[in-house]
């Protein structure tokens, strides 16, 4: 009854479209024919998954067939839409319809029915994709739940338990009819007419592919060798490039020599159905063996290159073993999976053959656990002492972890959960060897790195390092979510659900527009900084324009060139904004309270750069802070200080506070340098001393002259001062001790004293000084004390110091 609704809807929505726009919104006949099928695809779906009957092989069949209609209802979702937009702007472009018994021209009006006609037929096929794979997506995504609800199933089924001595009779029974099959089924063969005829005629290419695979197997170490010591001689000496790819020669040649002995043994006919799926699979188990012994090769090399103390030589070839028995082990039980497909054995007998090598594996992780160096020695002052410290964190994970599957794994066999024992302790041995590559491939990359750059062991520490590993690891994702019992269509589907992208207010944002508007603003920030770049060094310096305003013009083509970039990425990219104006509306209430600080300073920052009223070089002096301004950016403004200190002022401190600006559109400014001369000195000739000293100074404007002005009478000197305009006010302090050297020079040799400061000290009782014997003590209140009369005492400024140099 469901499938005949949808079906119903759907021909509705056909004839509905077909109303609209007569015969130009009809679909060929082809999209319908398409669609047919689509329609009873859908409906087998739905019908297999209602019934829950189907293999996983039929449903996995089915689901593939869904996704490829699903992705050619996705490709028709999108079609045409460009030519869609431009009929929708020509009919808007024609005016709404008049309303109520208005009528339009006939012209007018025959050219929107037109449009609307086309409008229509280009429309209909894409509503109908819509409706399509809408209806794809949940099939899909009903077939993925499905096959998962039946592989947890599996894999929490409990079964016979492995160690009951009844399965065992018939488990070695079923074993060994099974090697007596393979044997027998390869004699049988051997003794027939084709295999004869087949050795006969090509006896000779067989005889070769054996001589190949010999020679290799035999000579491929020596030969990895060779090329090795050819490569060095390229160069690269100690960042260990050769050394790697000497040793991935040393497990290809080899495998490669497998392969040609499999081929020739395939070539005789000799083996049966059984040997031929036996021998598919040998190439794979001789590459599992020899990538393991390489991984336990390059382990050693990694620890003593990330800072760790070696091994002994016990720890290492154990740790070697360890792994190649974990290989052999694996190869086991992927021979125990082939068994129970060719055999199709019972249960219990694949519970009583898997459980021996689901033991012993778990074991060996464990005897890997404690296989470990002695403490790391990493200096913390050291550049990789984080690198080390953050690989010894990651061992030390994985040897708890290591821990926790060895145990739990043979007791799950035991108690009968076969599959999930195997679920779990297998996954870890591909998972751990995994990492271990992950780790070697990107020391391998960052020595290529650091090679190429010249930059040698220092490129450990580089943001190449960081990244190659970042993205080996999300690469490494996918490969471990197999390894844990994932579906490759499940990460198939994860994958078009990103390619599809994901909705933000309407704005539909995949990796295709991203990765475009990506590569186009970048574009467009490169141009943006060679533009200024070539203003700053080649344009700019040949015109008249202060270098405050040549900062100015080049940081406002920044910010220009940045938003027309983000514009021209936003367009080519093909983000309709429009949808997100009530989202920014909302959320620019937010920001206005939110960052208002924000925003002030980089309004404030924008005032600066239009107005100017600092430029980059002006000396000023803003919150008690005196110095240069050397960057004026959007939210802040650089100043050094005369003792070389950067002071990061916010904009909006410049626009609203006060601001001194010594340099502010010329270098003139004033010098004011005081001086004091004793009483009774003839200040008409200090005046014009002073007038000399300040005319003869180079840096000292003739006009307007210098003028000497006599401030008043000082507490201890009579105040003069000199007033000169500089032409360069920068100079001031070194003008101004100038003119103190030549003032003091010039008093010497005119005999002028300048005075310091002199005090007339009173004691109330100097009787206390001259009688300091214990036995005469004046009373305060007494008549004799009372009635002294004081008496001055001159002082000089030495006197004015107590013994610890502190001043009375």
């Known amino acids: 009854m469901l499938r005949q609704v949808r079906l119903l809807l759907a021909l509705v929505s056909i004839c509905l479209a077909v109303l609209c726009g007569p015969a130009a919104a009809q679909l060929s006949d082809r999209q319908s024919e398409y669609y047919q099928g689509w329609v009873k695809t859908a409906d087998r779906a739905e019908v297999v998954i209602e019934a829950d009957r189907a293999s996983n092989a039929s449903l996995e069949n089915l689901r593939s067939e869904i996704h490829a209609y699903r992705d050619d209802f996705n490709r028709a979702r999108g079609a045409n839409t460009e030519r869609i937009q431009t009929l929708d702007a020509q009919i808007e472009a024609l005016g709404p319809k008049p309303e109520g ?13 037109h449009l609307e006609e086309q409008l229509n037929a280009l429309q209909v096929p894409r509503i109908i994709s819509e409706e399509a794979f809408s209806r794809a997506n949940g099939l899909i995504a009903e077939i993925d739940q499905l096959l998962r609800n039946r592989q947890t199933k599996e894999l929490l089924e409990r079964g016979p338990s492995p160690i009951n001595p009844i399965y065992w009779g018939p488990a070695w029974t079923d074993v060994t009819e099974a090697a007596r099959g393979l044997f027998n089924e390869a004699r049988r063969n051997l003794q027939t007419d084709v295999a004869h005829e087949k050795l006969r005629n090509q006896g000779l290419g067989i005889f070769v592919l054996v001589v190949l695979a010999g020679v290799l197997l035999f000579y491929g170490k020596h030969w990895s060798e060779l090329a090795g010591s050819y490569l060095r001689k390229l160069g690269g000496r100690g960042s260990g490039v050769w050394t790697f790819l000497t040793s991935l020669l040393r497990i290809i040649l080899p495998w490669l020599g497998v392969w040609l002995i499999v081929k020739a043994i395939v070539m005789t006919g000799v083996p049966g159905l059984r040997g031929t799926l036996l021998l598919e699979n040998i190439p794979y188990w001789a590459a599992i063996i020899l990538y393991y012994d390489w991984i336990g090769r390059q382990v050693y090399v990694l620890q003593e290159a990330q800072g760790f103390k070696r091994l002994t030589a016990k720890r290492v070839a154990e740790l070697r073993v360890y792994l190649d028995l974990l290989a052999v082990l694996l190869i086991l039980h992927e021979l125990v999976n082939l068994f129970e497909q060719i055999e199709n054995i019972s249960d219990a007998t694949r519970a009583v053959v898997g459980f021996p090598v689901t033991i012993i594996t778990a074991l060996v992780l464990l005897r890997v656990r404690q296989v470990r160096s002695t403490e790391v020695v990493v200096d913390s002052d050291e550049p990789g002492a984080t690198r080390g410290a953050g690989l010894a964190q990651l061992i030390e994970f994985l040897r708890r972890a290591l821990f926790l599957l060895g145990i739990a794994s043979p007791v799950l066999a035991v108690v009968g959960y076969t599959n999930a024992a195997e679920a779990i302790v297998y996954p870890a041995v591909k998972s751990l060897v995994l990492i271990a590559a992950l780790v070697i491939v990107q020391r391998f990359l960052t020595a290529v790195y650091g090679w190429v750059t010249r930059q040698g062991d220092g490129a450990k520490d580089s943001l190449f390092s960081v990244l190659i590993g970042f993205a080996m690891a999300i690469f490494a994702i996918p490969v471990l979510a197999i390894y844990w019992g994932a579906r490759k269509t499940d990460l198939l589907e994860v994958w078009s659900r990103i390619l599809l992208g994901f909705d933000v207010g309407g704005v539909t944002v995949s990796p295709k527009n991203f990765f475009t508007f990506l590569i186009v603003f970048l574009m467009g920030y490169g141009l943006t900084r060679m533009l200024q770049g070539g203003l700053r060094s080649s344009l700019l310096p040949k015109t008249k324009i202060d270098p405050g305003g040549q900062n100015a013009i080049v940081a406002g083509t920044g910010y220009v060139g940045i938003f027309l970039a983000a514009l021209c990425a936003i367009m080519v990219a093909g983000f309709d904004l429009s949808s997100l104006a009530i989202v920014a509306g909302a959320l620019s209430v937010g920001i206005g309270f939110g960052l208002q600080t924000i925003v002030s300073n980089f309004v404030s920052g924008i005032i600066l750069l239009v107005e100017r009223p600092i430029s980059k070089g002006d000396w000023i002096d803003v919150n008690g802070m005196m110095g240069y301004v050397r960057d004026i950016s959007v939210r802040s403004t650089r100043i050094e200080t005369f003792d070389r200190t950067d002071v990061i002022v916010p904009n909006s401190d410049l626009i609203s506070g006060v601001v001194t600006n010594y340099t502010r559109g010329n270098t003139i400014g004033r010098v004011i340098v005081p001086v004091g001369v004793a009483y009774g000195t003839d200040t008409r000739k200090v005046e014009k001393i002073l007038g000399e000293i300040a005319n003869a100074n180079p840096m000292v404007l003739a006009n307007p002259a210098p003028s ?101």
């Open 708 to 808: 000497v002005v006599f401030q008043g009478f000082g507490a201890d000197s009579l105040d003069f001062e000199i007033r000169a305009i500089l032409r360069d006010v920068n100079w001031m302090l070194s003008v101004k001790s100038d003119m103190n050297h030549e003032i003091n020079r010039r008093f010497v040799e005119e005999g002028i004293e300048i005075p310091f400061a002199q005090r007339d000290v009173w004691l109330r009782n100097p009787e206390t000084l001259r009688n300091t014997g214990p036995e005469v003590k004046a009373a305060p209140n007494s008549e004799e004390g009372s009635a002294a009369k004081p008496t001055p005492i001159k002082m000089t400024e030495a006197d004015m110091s107590d013994s610890d140099g502190d001043e009375i």
């Open 101 to 113: 018994d208005a009528s339009e021209p006939k012209d007018i009006a025959a050219l929107r029915a």
